[in-house]
């Protein structure tokens, strides 16, 4: 109940998704960073979340450094969608 009530008042998870990619961007603010900080600690769905963050940024930035063209359509963007929507039982 405690961290139910915790979590609705530092910071609900739909926002500290956004504030894990402003702060991948490095736009993120003390305040931001802060309140991020102490919703993951509470939140193991957002804990995870940075976990698959980190490893497809770290995918990226590998095949970016290898100057790789990465060419995605339309399709695969929303096939991508499509499947975080299913697992997250939107």
Do not use: G
């Not at 698959?52 to 100057?67: F, M, V, Y």
């Amino acid at each position: 109940m405690l961290k139910k009530f915790i979590h609705i008042l530092f910071l609900p998870c739909s926002e500290a998704t956004l504030l894990m990619e402003k702060r991948n961007a490095n736009s993120i603010s003390p305040k931001e960073d802060w309140k991020l900080s102490m919703h993951l600690k509470i939140c193991k769905w957002c804990r995870a979340y940075k976990e698959k963050l980190e490893i497809l940024d770290d995918i990226l930035k590998r095949k970016l450094s290898r100057e790789e063209k990465i060419e995605i359509n339309d399709s695969e963007i929303q096939s991508f969608k499509d499947r975080v929507a299913k697992n997250l039982d939107i």
